[in-house]
């Protein structure tokens, strides 16, 4: 008789995610892969869209027609909302599934340090096509805001935008909203000079893209965005977050109406719904092997 195929069923369609089920392709296995959204995300050049430089269907391809040909797969539009480890279940939003091996790449999200509430609808984050294409609608309606403001002083919060956090979303984010109001949008505008609008990026620690092990390109970077005109503030720390301003921790307030959060991420919420061992940004623990 038989043996019915083992069923893996991965959480998450990302790099991880997608790179694993094709990896089962020629397998004797069954594969269901579920995400909450019908597409794969090229996450790094979100700000490409968030800036207007690429629509998002450059960046975003559906996953089922990415695993088309892959035969043993099948694809789940659906939100997990628990998984029994001693059972082997994953709860969805919509059924059960059962599984014999389970691979948890769920991803990440925006991680606001406790401040979700007052600071998320003030600062989005950029993680999803949504958070690109709200990012893209505010810059745009800012310039036409500064077009229409009655005074220089409404027309200065209008453009001046600020990027909090100094790793590759923000540099890449800083640069490109410089390079729209230097070339994208110069001379589109009658009552102000686009080439005014200030772009800040705000970093807590003394050097742009920390996570980088060489000094020598967090300096080159940090001085092209000088080039292009972005007010670097480095050790600076936010404090507060307001619709017509920020206030650093040295309270010193910058006008704004357009604020951009790329400070922090953490771990999708899965590890609480596993019951795993997770860090303080949600990771789970995990031994030699990537394995509980």
């Known amino acids: 008789m038989m043996q019915p195929r083992p069923h893996v069923v991965i959480i998450g369609a990302g790099f991880a995610g997608l ?7 020629f397998s004797n296995v069954r594969v269901t892969i579920v995400d909450r959204q019908n597409h794969h995300l090229f996450q790094p050049l979100l700000y490409q869209v968030a800036t207007a430089g690429l629509s998002a269907p450059d960046i975003a391809a559906p996953i089922r027609k990415i695993l088309s040909g892959q035969d043993n797969t099948t ?12 059972a082997r279940i994953v709860q969805t939003s919509r059924r059960k599934i059962a599984y014999d091996h389970l691979i948890v790449a769920a991803g990440m999200r925006t991680h606001y340090f406790g ?3 007052d600071w998320a609808p ?7 096509l949504d958070d690109a294409l709200e990012l893209r609608r505010r810059v745009l309606l800012a310039y036409e805001a500064a077009e229409l403001a009655e005074s220089d002083e409404a027309r200065e919060e209008w453009l001046t ?3 909090i956090g100094g790793g590759p979303t923000g540099v890449e984010m800083a640069g490109a ?20 609008a200030k772009v800040y990026l705000v970093e807590g620690v003394d050097r742009v893209l920390a996570a980088m092990p060489s000094k020598r390109l967090q300096n080159s970077a940090r001085e092209q965005l000088k080039e292009l005109g972005v007010v670097v503030r480095l050790e ?20 704004t109406r357009t604020v951009v959060w790329a400070a922090g991420v953490k771990a999708e919420s899965i590890a609480a719904k596993i019951g795993a061992e997770h860090d303080k940004s949600g990771r789970i623990v995990v031994g030699p092997q990537l394995t509980l």
Request: proline share 4%; hydrophobic share 45%.
């Open 177 to 196: 909203l410089r390079e729209i109001a230097g070339r994208t949008l110069a001379r589109n505008f009658r009552n102000f000079d686009s080439h005014t």
């Open 19 to 25: 790179n694993a089920a094709m990896a089962f392709e």
């Open 122 to 128: 003030l600062a989005p984050g950029l993680k999803t």
């Open 236 to 255: 600076t720390f936010v404090k507060e977050i307001h619709p017509d301003r920020i206030v650093t921790a040295d309270g010193e307030e910058i006008p």
């Open 75 to 86: 694809v789940l539009m659906d939100d997990v909302e628990s998984v029994d480890l001693e």
């Open 115 to 117: 401040h979700d509430a």
């Open 161 to 163: 935008f600020v990027v």
